[in-house]
């Protein structure tokens, strides 16, 4: 198999073949294989089969890795969740699923009936099944356009809706990243992504198909600790993850004296690889954006920050800045599965291999996302240079991004806001991620500020960090806002 497979379920094959000779991950492959084997074996003695739907609830280790890929050896589709509070948009949206679920994850949800496993998947737990006498392994003949995996997010201004990511979306978006990064098979990989949101599982398939070795923590304190520590060579993070302190030790300990910990803002750029490691090769950051002062700030330390574009309707990334390609602020170049252009009204348009199908319904229908002549409407705003590099300037729909690469949609906060001081207001977003207000309204009672300063926005429990009074608010929500004369501190 030294061709990259049309079916994602044979990864771990194709894997195991072409990095035979790479001792560094011969073995690791190998074992990584007879896993995937396995899990197929017991799944079909639950009864799965092609298009059954697995609803899962596990944490993002290897673990996950081989049971998402005997899910997919099977013909069936993964709906993918790592948080309990998320469970319940797969089990109230569909009828019939199985769904496995890890024994250490607390989790409440209305089954309809339908089977649940609860497993972590261990050698302890295959000691106990009948799988040693199964040999039905192989994996399922599928279209590359069948469902593999469908996620949950938002769709312009409506709440969540699951999209359908097929098997070539996967497979074709991980090929065109992967000829963008430097690596060789036998370097390691450090995820510290959610393997069930798009960022995280095409960036885990990228990696894969590079033959690096695979690294997943268990706990995730000191971010840049544990890139050092781990010696990747590579490692894709959401912003907020470069907002954590960082150890103060060694090199660094004599440019910041006195200090054990600080931020990547404190530090000069001398100091970022002695943090990081001599090992890190890239470094790939998406989800949000990301302040223009850090990227700077990689640049003098001469160590790549990728930083890339992409929606889950897009298979994650389908722009992406590269070591020999990068212009600083912009987003990068298309990706070469990938075509972009802007409309006349200056919304990004995105049209290729890795445009999901659509948005699975109920019934098992799926619903195009395509506006016109197959190109996807982003609602998001930009402009492409002459050189071909995207730059965002605004977002159409009132949900935006947070630092940790989630999803935010303002507008319940900003009637709950509304309601108890009477004021229009719009809650925005600066580079770093933090949350700012635009009231309209001149002046505020103390009452009311001590009421803005406690506000707590939901779900995420972020505060407000300032508040802009103005006298009209603007006609669209801004992608970005700065500090201007009005500016009140609600910190």
């Given at each position: 198999m030294s061709k990259i497979p049309l079916h994602a379920g044979l990864v771990a094959d194709f894997i195991a073949i072409k990095f035979a000779d790479i001792p560094q991950v011969a073995t690791e492959n190998t074992l990584f294989l007879k896993k995937v084997l396995r899990i197929t074996s017991w799944l079909r003695l639950q009864g799965v089969k092609k298009n059954s739907l697995i609803v899962s609830l596990f944490p993002p280790d290897k673990n996950w890795i081989a049971l998402d890929m005997a899910i997919l050896r099977c013909g069936a589709i993964h709906v993918p969740f790592h948080m309990a509070d998320e469970i319940s948009l797969a089990t109230e949206y569909f009828e019939q699923y199985l769904f496995i679920v890890h024994r250490d994850i607390k989790y409440q949800t209305d089954t309809k009936a339908n089977q649940i496993i609860v497993t972590d998947l261990s050698d302890d737990f295959f000691q106990d099944s009948d799988i040693h006498n199964s040999t039905d392994n192989k994996a399922v003949e599928v279209d590359p356009h069948h469902p593999a995996e469908?996620?949950?997010?938002?769709?312009?201004?409506?709440?969540?809706?699951?999209?359908?990511?097929?098997?070539?979306?996967?497979?074709?978006?991980?090929?065109?990243?992967?000829?963008?990064?430097?690596?060789?098979?036998?370097?390691?990989?450090?995820?510290?992504?959610?393997?069930?949101?798009?960022?995280?599982?095409?960036?885990?398939?990228?990696?894969?198909?590079?033959?690096?070795?695979?690294?997943?923590?268990?706990?995730?304190?000191?971010?840049?600790?544990?890139?050092?520590?781990?010696?990747?060579?590579?490692?894709?993070?959401?912003?907020?993850?470069?907002?954590?302190?960082?150890?103060?030790?060694?090199?660094?300990?004599?440019?910041?004296?006195?200090?054990?910990?600080?931020?990547?803002?404190?530090?000069?750029?001398?100091?970022?690889?002695?943090?990081?490691?001599?090992?890190?090769?890239?470094?790939?950051?998406?989800?949000?954006?990301?302040?223009?002062?850090?990227?700077?700030?990689?640049?003098?330390?001469?160590?790549?920050?990728?930083?890339?574009?992409?929606?889950?309707?897009?298979?994650?990334?389908?722009?992406?800045?590269?070591?020999?390609?990068?212009?600083?602020?912009?987003?990068?170049?298309?990706?070469?599965?990938?075509?972009?252009?802007?409309?006349?009204?200056?919304?990004?348009?995105?049209?290729?291999?890795?445009?999901?199908?659509?948005?699975?319904?109920?019934?098992?229908?799926?619903?195009?996302?395509?506006?016109?002549?197959?190109?996807?409407?982003?609602?998001?705003?930009?402009?492409?240079?002459?050189?071909g590099f995207l730059f965002l300037t605004g977002n159409k729909k009132n949900v935006f991004k947070l630092a940790n690469g989630y999803y935010y949609n303002p507008q319940p906060d900003e009637k709950r806001i509304a309601d108890e001081i009477n004021m229009q207001t719009m809650i925005c977003r600066d580079e770093k991620g933090n949350l700012h207000l635009l009231a309209e309204k001149i002046t505020l009672s103390s009452e009311e500020l001590e009421f803005l300063k406690k506000f707590r926005t939901n779900p995420f429990s972020m505060p407000l960090t300032s508040l802009f009074q103005t006298k009209t608010l603007p006609c669209c929500r801004p992608y970005v806002v700065v500090a201007n004369e009005n500016w009140i501190s609600l910190k």
């Open positions: 469908i996620i949950f997010s938002y769709h312009r201004d409506c709440g969540p809706k699951p999209f359908v990511i097929s098997h070539d979306n996967l497979l074709k978006t991980a090929v065109a990243a992967g000829k963008e990064l430097p690596l060789t098979p036998g370097d390691k990989y450090l995820s510290l992504l959610p393997f069930s949101k798009i960022y995280g599982r095409v960036s885990l398939l990228t990696h894969q198909l590079l033959g690096c070795i695979i690294e997943c923590p268990q706990q995730i304190l000191l971010p840049s600790r544990l890139i050092k520590v781990s010696k990747a060579a590579s490692v894709a993070v959401v912003p907020s993850m470069l907002q954590y302190p960082v150890k103060v030790d060694g090199a660094c300990s004599q440019l910041l004296k006195g200090r054990s910990l600080a931020t990547l803002d404190e530090l000069p750029p001398e100091a970022i690889r002695p943090v990081l490691g001599d090992t890190l090769k890239i470094i790939i950051c998406g989800g949000a954006m990301i302040p223009s002062d850090l990227l700077q700030k990689f640049e003098a330390a001469s160590l790549p920050l990728m930083e890339g574009y992409g929606l889950t309707q897009t298979t994650g990334v389908f722009t992406l800045n590269t070591v020999s390609a990068h212009r600083t602020g912009s987003k990068g170049k298309a990706l070469n599965h990938m075509s972009i252009k802007i409309s006349d009204d200056g919304e990004i348009l995105a049209k290729g291999a890795g445009i999901s199908s659509g948005i699975i319904l109920p019934d098992g229908t799926i619903e195009k996302i395509d506006d016109s002549n197959n190109w996807f409407h982003t609602s998001d705003e930009g402009y492409i240079d002459a050189d």
